[in-house]
T-cell receptor
């Protein structure tokens, strides 16, 4: 089982709709969860991070975490064509085992159509 | 500097040569991480530094790979006797300090191509 799993997509949504990106992880000791956006040929850019169960909102973005289900999601409201990118879910490694490096999923490709 | 700086941005070299990749973290960031991203693969952790020490080297794929950090700042990743499978984008990230709650900020990466 991969440590961090994401649907590769592409996920296609019309402009103005809500895009829902999902991620599951296997290590119950994980404590911190990050969403990065990566445009083609560019480096990952941090969008949001979440540590506690529940929702965290930042502008058009909402991160949701459910540790019991080992599930984290990212909602993008009022999607814009400029949101078209690959979204990477990252989970910190269990710090008791291996420090603070991140395990990344392979990313979900999002396409927002005008 | 304002962000994580990596050099060179692109490197093309012949199989069997050694290469050095450089990372200059955000000023004041004590933790530094190296990852690589191969075509079709996710980001793969290589090594992380807290200050000048490397508590976690578990991601280095072979003994051809090594890294050091001096002065708690600049880090160099060295790949000896490069192989074609080493072709990837090598990304460096830094965070204010090591910790599960500390976001990591990435540089633009070095695209390494082994001929």
């Amino acid at each position: 089982q991969k440590e961090v799993e994401q649907n590769s997509g592409p996920l296609s949504v019309p402009e103005g709709a809500i895009a829902s990106l999902n991620c599951t992880y296997s290590d119950r000791g994980s404590q911190s969860f990050f969403w990065y956006r990566q445009y083609s040929g560019k480096s990952p850019e941090l969008i949001m991070f979440i540590y506690s169960n529940g929702d965290k909102e930042d502008g058009r973005f909402t991160a949701q975490l459910n540790k019991a289900s080992q599930y984290v999601s990212l909602l993008i409201r009022d999607s814009q064509p400029s949101d078209s990118a690959t979204y990477l879910c990252a989970v910190n490694k269990n710090p008791n085992l291996s420090g603070y490096a991140l395990n990344f999923g392979k990313g979900t490709s999002l396409l927002v159509t005008p | 500097g304002a962000g994580v700086s990596q050099s060179p941005s692109n490197k093309v070299t012949e199989k069997g040569k050694d290469v050095e990749l450089r990372c200059d973290p955000i000023s004041g960031h004590t933790a530094l991480y190296w990852y690589r991203q191969s075509l079709g693969q996710g980001l793969e952790f290589l090594i992380y530094f807290q200050g000048n020490s490397a508590p976690d080297k578990s991601g280095l794929p072979s003994d051809r790979f090594s890294a050091e950090r001096t002065g708690g700042s600049v880090s160099t990743l060295t790949i000896q006797r490069t192989q074609q499978e080493d072709s990837a984008v090598y990304l460096c990230a830094s965070s204010l300090r090591a910790g599960g709650t500390q976001p990591q900020h990435f540089g633009d990466g070095t695209r390494l191509s082994i001929l």
